[in-house]
């Protein structure tokens, strides 16, 4: 679940099997409410007893599905981003990673003489540099999407066990933090 604030409204996502979101979808938006606070928990405005969400509009349900392109480079062409890699949302990875390639890319390109931008071998040195990132991005947020999208007792605990573990350590929470943020370099 992500609450994502949009202007003076909030847009909010819940991941959930294919199934059960034609069935949300298709509830009463009172029902709708109530089973989104049940699931969701905490009030969003911190006020006690006051419902966490008053409305909802414009529900969508649409399959996510992991998709990168195998080459990201070709003749005065570079894919980064959304084009070079669609990523789960389990993690919020995507934007970062897309940054990490536009970076990347602007390197390249401020290295590069002016006649000889967009040549094939300065734009394969890019995507030899983006590639254990970009590996690293999509087996990550694949790797938790398995970990995370399972809703299994045989899983919870383990799972709450390393979220714990790396909440207690500062250097790996820290080391962690830094690699979600810049990458794997």
Known sequence: MALLPEADHYG???????????????????????????????????????????RVEDRRVFPLALEFAGRIVGERIALMGNAAQALHPIAGQGFNLGVRDAYELARELLATPRDEIGARDR??????????????????????????????????????????LLDALPPAKRMFARTMLFGVR
């Not at 034609?22 to 409410?33: G, H, M, V, W």
Request: include cysteine.
């Open 12 to 54: 909010f996502v819940w991941t959930t099997t294919p199934a059960e979101g034609e069935a949300l979808r298709s509830l009463p938006d009172a029902q709708f409410l109530r089973e989104l606070e049940e699931r969701f928990g905490a009030c969003v405005d911190g006020r006690a007893g006051a419902p966490a969400f008053l």
């Open 123 to 164: 734009l394969a040195r890019y995507a030899r540099r983006r590639q254990p990132d970009r590996i690293a991005g999509i087996a990550f947020t694949h790797g938790l999407l398995q970990i995370f999208g399972v809703d299994s007792s045989w899983l919870s605990w383990p799972r709450g066990l390393a979220l714990t």
